[in-house]
């Protein structure tokens, strides 16, 4: 059984910064991908970044330049660093893991206020 525990979500201004962690229950390069997706109230859940075995990573266009993925294998847990906050980005952060199958993390809160 996968477990994906998101932590870091929380309320910011407007220009500001937070980073979600996402630790997994066993290690990461055991996923052909990671990454988070992201759902506002009343939308569609939409992919935010991803992050590869081999360490490529993509992004919405939405928030290129002001987020960046990345890992720490030794603590199989993936980062989402979220710069230049916007009241758009206000959502619920999902961590998901796939190899055989999508896994998901419960999901963690981000509003931001302006």
């Known amino acids: 059984q996968v477990q994906l525990v998101e932590s870091g979500g929380g309320l910011v201004q407007a220009g500001g910064s937070l980073r979600l962690s996402c630790a997994a229950s066993?290690?990461?390069?055991?996923?052909?991908?990671m990454g988070w997706y992201r759902q506002a109230p009343g939308k569609q859940r939409v992919l935010v970044a991803v992050?590869?075995?081999?360490?490529?990573?993509n992004y919405a266009d939405s928030v290129k330049g002001r987020f960046t993925i990345s890992r720490d294998t030794a603590k199989n847990t993936v980062y989402l660093q979220m710069n230049g906050l916007k009241p758009e980005d206000t959502a619920a952060y999902y961590c998901?893991?796939?190899?055989?199958?999508?896994?998901w993390g419960q999901g963690t809160q981000v509003t931001v206020s302006s």
């Open positions: 066993r290690s990461i390069f055991s996923f052909n991908t």
């Open positions: 992050i590869t075995t081999g360490g490529s990573t």
């Open positions: 998901f893991a796939y190899y055989d199958r999508t896994y």
